[in-house]
């Protein structure tokens, strides 16, 4: 076939990456090598317009065993214990078919974590949905929700944490981002690394089809009109088989037959074993006609492309393929010897004997494009609103809105649909700030939570960046967690807009700085750019999934206040800052301003007293402020808890509303034990900290000394009305 | 009038319910089995007189609810 | 006392059940579902998950394979059968346990934490529990709206073969605790000779105060007895 | 042979997933609609040339696996 301009266009190739192509194989690719290298080249795979950045992200230190650079990140807890996660983006598969792109995106991403000899323990997600009017937000809702349940239940792995939100920003282009955690030992991880040559290169797990036929493009490519179009490349997950490859591998890894191991996930045979190659300095050959197909005719161009979930690539020691083959056989998966390793450093790929393709890997991996994109900086917008010239409101009408608008509505109509205690490890389920997950058969556990806060970037991307990394800190400090490493998801739109890749490049220095403040690297991680329509990209979103650690839980810690008459406490100084909070945004639609500002010196200060206080077991129950601030925070404490507080007036006179709805960072409301105030005064005063006390807690209602009183009840229905009545 | 609309998955989407059936009913001796496909069925009956235009009634009903055409073909028959 | 899970491929509470039957002193035993003989036990259990995908109906391919044949002789000769969620669904299918379970009214899985009332406690399962106690057990499933003929009905109610029915914290049996639409409530039964036990609840996920509460241990202790 | 086989839940069974429908598509105008009942389809290829052997062979798959005789009915129809 002769490769016409419309056929490399097609292929989401640049011109000149084409004249590049010819280059590096001093001659005219084949339509093989021509898909071969798109699918290596597209920003998925290659991250061509994000390495540059992504290489200043912190990455070590003495918790990290394995940072970015294989399927997941690994770290170090104790003992012989190793955690082992990332995150990843299943966004634009996801509009086209919600159930499945969901639940293809949580299986793809467990395979990430079992390929490196984890057992998974945890799933989360961060989801993102246009405008609640929006015709299609509905829908979507109901698939993305019942497909990340349906894998994650049916493969029986608890869906612990994760985070729901409604802007218009996605009307076109929703976000779903999976997060698996799974556990280890330390002394068994499994990575791709290829070693020693004329290896056995195995196929295992189902059979090739030809679903996403071009996935790895598709979701390298701003949608259009035509998106609808391109629907029949969306894979169907299969959870069963899933299940089924994940107990086989965890079998065969208890031995030392394997010497590396990878998923096929975006671009599937392609890059599997391009990666494997690359990273062990090898070559690869194939046998085409070897791969078990589905369908009748596959042509090897298909059989290289296809994105079929449930499938892996493995290389075996010598000699070990019977046994490796006895388990897949008894868990009725396919296993075929498919191609060995060579000292040629080429892709080669054979059809019956004969070469079809033939790429230096090189070409395909470590020497594939990059680039450096322009962008640029974004100030600190300067609009400061001036509340006293707002249509007046009361507290108790303002935070009625808050707490009934989608975005803080409570989340249990999600939540009830996943398994969350299949496992039987899941001390604390999502509500609180961050789930528990206990190590099985040991007194340790870890703590989970994905955050995002796409109006803060969207305003100012360094802040942005800064402030998503400290929330995240701060729900897993609240409770009771030392917070060890993050993984990341770069939700962005089109990085050939240099103000979209000024937004990128920013809100990844602000991540960076918070991280190397915390000393809270960053192990893994995933990149979405081409979110959007047209010239409409979405607001920046990147999501932080982070892990601690609770070294000996004795009772998980929550934000349901515990007794009547505790005090309470608010850690962390309030100036009031509205802009861009969620008080002007339900209440008058205000969305301009800059964020709140982002001290790391109080941020890391701040978590490190309050843990110590947890850890003392001064603290009956946590939770940090964010959106919504200090009242919302109150609110919520109180909402499950069948306890109500009555705050008394804030001492200084302030505005009321600056006050209690300000999002003023770094701060903890924390209920403590009367008997214990002094010495939890001493501690603070000792660690520098601000703090007021607050007020304390009650029977029956939510009361703000002279502003308002409302009962529990009421508080609960308001906040339980939304998703029951969409 | 009466109408019968059979949905299945198209050609060459996976369909794991299927394979996982027909390996069942194989291992219950049923050896003469080639294939087997499954998909949903619908009966519908509506108050429409004119054959063309209830049929197209169905059809519309088939595009926005009943058939996911990303990865669904449908049938319609006419029963009564 | 010897227990045998019984796993399949899809089953996904083994593990817990496992746990939880060991944390009580029972010597468990795993058993794959392609071994053709059980060993020699005194409890059976089936375990949740979705064994084969749950593909078809939930349970209906389990329900044929080679080890449930040995699991139903063994129930025949008066080994005791436990059936939780999936392995309730299973036992329905192989009719050791009458009726079916449907997909729940609301269309939607559900996982929570319910209430279930004791309705006889003076079988083999139940005989550390008080009559009408309160449990409050998790839920995990997508099928779990229990249905049955009237005549089968009549005869659960008068031969007290009802074992749990979903209740509110004061122990009332209403349609808002219903959470999956099951005819009368009904949340477990028993067969005939109440050797056979299938419930929804999973009373392996209520044994260990760290992660909800202990309302299962009295189930298992039952059946040390 | 090929047979196709539908199945449907029995009249006495509560059918939530028909009524969701069933509302659904009058919520989005449907109004001519009077009646939906939803079932499972399948098609199944047997390698089998005598008629009522064959027919009874698919009876024997439909009865052993494929319906839920408490609550579900079927129909065998031959397709080719
Ligand atoms: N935002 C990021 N931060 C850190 N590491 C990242 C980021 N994005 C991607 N990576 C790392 O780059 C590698 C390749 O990522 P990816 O292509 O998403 O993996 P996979 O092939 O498993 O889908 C992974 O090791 C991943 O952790
Ligand atoms: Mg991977």
């Known amino acids: 076939m002769k490769i016409s301009d419309t056929i490399i266009e097609n292929h989401g190739l640049k011109k000149e990456e084409y004249k590049n192509i010819q280059k590096i194989l001093k001659r005219d690719p084949n339509i093989l090598e021509l898909g071969v290298f798109s699918a290596m080249w597209n920003e998925h795979c290659s991250y061509k317009s994000s390495r540059i950045h992504l290489k200043k992200l912190p990455t070590k230190g003495k918790q990290v065993i394995q940072g970015p650079g294989e399927n997941a990140g690994v770290i170090d807890i104790g003992d012989d214990d190793a955690i082992v996660f990332k995150i990843e983006s299943h966004n634009h598969p996801s509009y086209i078919e919600p159930?499945?792109?969901?639940?293809?995106?949580?299986?793809?991403?467990?395979?990430?974590?079992?390929?490196?000899?984890?057992?998974?323990?945890?799933?989360?997600?961060?989801?993102?949905?246009?405008?609640?009017?929006?015709?299609?937000?509905?829908?979507?809702?109901?698939?993305?929700?019942?497909?990340?349940?349906?894998?994650?239940?049916?493969?029986?792995?608890?869906?612990?944490?994760?985070?729901?939100?409604?802007?218009?920003?996605?009307?076109?282009?929703?976000?779903?981002?999976?997060?698996?955690?799974?556990?280890?030992?330390?002394?068994?991880?499994?990575?791709?690394?290829?070693?020693?040559?004329?290896?056995?290169?195995?196929?295992?797990?189902?059979?090739?089809?030809?679903?996403?036929?071009?996935?790895?493009?598709?979701?390298?490519?701003?949608?259009?009109?035509?998106?609808?179009e391109k629907k029949p490349t969306v894979q169907v997950g299969d959870p069963f088989t899933e299940k089924l490859l994940l107990e086989a591998c965890l079998?065969?890894?208890?031995?030392?037959?394997?010497?590396?191991?990878?998923?096929?996930?975006?671009?599937?045979?392609?890059?599997?074993?391009?990666?494997?190659?690359?990273?062990?300095?090898?070559?690869?050959?194939?046998?085409?006609?070897?791969?078990?197909?589905?369908?009748?005719?596959?042509?090897?161009?298909?059989?290289?492309?296809?994105?079929?979930?449930?499938?892996?690539?493995?290389?075996?020691?010598?000699?070990?393929?019977?046994?490796?083959?006895?388990?897949?056989?008894?868990?009725?998966?396919?296993?075929?010897v498919i191609g060995k390793t060579t000292n040629t450093n080429n892709l080669t790929l054979k059809y019956y004997n004969k070469i079809v393709g033939e790429i230096p890997i090189n070409a395909l991996a470590s020497n594939a494009p990059v680039y450096d994109r322009k962008w640029i900086k974004k100030k600190i917008p300067q609009n400061k609103i001036d509340i006293k010239k707002l249509k007046k409101t009361n507290l108790k009408e303002a935070l009625k809105k808050i707490l009934s608008s989608p975005n803080h509505s409570n989340k249990s109509w999600v939540t009830d649909q996943y398994d969350q205690m299949v496992m039987c490890d899941t001390a604390q389920k999502s509500g609180s700030d961050a789930a528990i997950i206990r190590i099985h058969n040991k007194d340790k556990a870890i703590a989970v939570s994905v955050d995002s806060s796409a109006n803060y970037c969207k305003s100012h991307p360094l802040t942005g960046g800064k402030q998503i990394v400290c929330e995240n800190w701060r729900n897993l400090i609240s409770v009771g967690a030392k917070p060890l490493a993050i993984t990341n998801c770069l939700n962005f739109g089109n990085p050939e807009n240099k103000e979209i890749m000024g937004e990128f490049a920013e809100c990844i220095e602000g991540i960076k700085e918070a991280c190397e403040f915390l000393e809270y690297p960053v192990v893994s991680g995933n990149v979405s750019f081409y979110n959007g329509t047209n010239k409409k990209n979405i607001y920046p979103t990147p999501v932080i999934g982070g892990v601690g650690l609770i070294n000996k839980l004795e009772k998980p810690l929550n934000h349901n206040f515990k007794r009547e008459k505790s005090i309470i406490i608010l850690i962390g100084k309030t100036f009031g800052h509205l802009e861009q909070s969620c008080f002007l945004k339900e209440n008058y639609s205000i969305s301009e301003g800059s964020p709140p500002e982002v001290n790391l010196l109080n941020e890391k200060n701040n978590g490190k007293i309050v843990l110590k206080l947890i850890n003392k077991n001064f603290v009956l129950s946590a939770h940090d402020v964010s959106s919504g601030g200090l009242i919302t925070t109150l609110s919520e404490m109180t909402i499950n808890s069948n306890l109500g507080v009555k705050i008394e007036k804030p001492r200084k006179l302030r505005n009321l509303f600056e006050y209690f709805f300000g999002e003023d960072q770094s701060r903890y409301v924390l209920e403590i034990d009367p008997k214990n105030i002094i010495q939890v005064e001493e501690i603070l005063k000792n660690g520098n900290i601000y703090f007021e006390k607050i007020g304390f807690t009650q029977k029956n209602f939510f009361e703000i000394e002279d502003e308002m009183k409302m009962s529990i009840n009421e508080l609960f229905e308001i906040n339980n009305e939304w998703y029951n009545s969409y | 009038m009466k109408f019968s609309v059979t949905v299945t998955l198209k050609k060459d989407v996976l369909d794991p319910q299927g394979k996982v059936v027909q390996n069942t009913l194989i291992n219950l001796g049923m050896n003469d089995l080639k294939n087997i496909r499954q998909g949903k069925f619908f009966e519908i009956e509506i108050d429409e007189k004119d054959e063309p235009s209830a049929k197209n009634k169905i059809d519309q009903m088939c595009k926005k609810l009943l058939v996911n055409l990303i990865i669904e073909d449908y049938k319609i028959n006419k029963v009564s | 006392m010897k227990s045998s899970v019984i796993v399949f491929p899809g089953s996904n509470c083994d593990r817990d059940i496992a746990s939880a039957l060991e944390k009580m002193q029972f010597k468990n035993r795993m058993v794959w579902h392609k071994e053709t003989s059980l060993p020699k036990s005194d409890l059976i259990v089936i375990p949740g998950g979705f064994s084969y995908g749950d593909y078809l109906r939930s349970g209906a391919i389990a329900g044929k394979s080679l080890i449930v044949e040995e699991v139903v002789k063994a129930a025949n000769s008066g080994c005791l059968l436990l059936g939780i969620c999936n392995g309730f669904q299973i036992l329905t299918e192989t009719g050791l346990l009458k009726g079916t379970l449907l997909r729940n009214k609301n269309l939607k899985f559900i996982n929570r934490n319910v209430h279930i009332k004791v309705l006889n406690n003076k079988t083999k399962f139940s005989s550390k529990y008080e009559s009408n106690q309160i449990l409050k057990m998790n839920i995990a499933h997508n099928e779990g709206n229990y249905f049955t003929s009237k005549e089968h009905l009549d005869e659960l109610k008068k031969n007290n073969l009802i074992a749990f029915k979903y209740c509110d914290s004061a122990g009332d049996v209403t349609d808002q605790s219903n959470p999956n639409g099951s005819i009368e409530n009904i949340a477990g039964i028993y067969n005939d000779k109440k050797n056979i036990l299938g419930m929804m609840p999973h009373p392996e996920r209520m044994v260990d105060k760290m992660i909800s509460n202990t309302d299962g241990v009295n189930l298992f202790s039952s059946l040390l007895n």
């Open chain 1, 99 to 228: 159930y499945q792109g969901a639940a293809t995106g949580v299986g793809g991403i467990l395979r990430d974590v079992f390929t490196m000899g984890a057992r998974p323990i945890a799933l989360l997600n961060s989801i993102h949905f246009g405008s609640p009017t929006h015709p299609k937000t509905k829908s979507l809702l109901n698939g993305v929700v019942s497909g990340i349940g349906g894998y994650g239940n049916c493969i029986g792995i608890p869906t612990v944490a994760g985070e729901t939100k409604f802007n218009s920003t996605y009307n076109e282009n929703i976000l779903v981002n999976a997060m698996a955690v799974g556990h280890a030992k330390k002394t068994k991880i499994f990575y791709s690394k290829a070693k020693g040559i004329n290896k056995s290169v195995v196929y295992v797990g189902s059979k090739t089809g030809r679903d996403g036929i071009h996935g790895a493009s598709m979701a390298s490519a701003e949608f259009d009109e035509n998106s609808e």
């Open chain 1, 251 to 336: 079998e065969l890894m208890k031995d030392e037959s394997i010497i590396s191991i990878q998923d096929m996930g975006a671009a599937g045979l392609t890059s599997s074993s391009v990666e494997m190659a690359s990273k062990g300095s090898l070559g690869i050959e194939l046998e085409l006609d070897k791969v078990p197909c589905r369908e009748e005719n596959m042509t090897p161009y298909e059989m290289m492309l296809s994105e079929s979930q449930e499938r892996m690539l493995i290389i075996l020691e010598d000699g070990k393929e019977n046994h490796a083959k006895k388990i897949f056989k008894k868990w009725d998966l396919d296993f075929v």
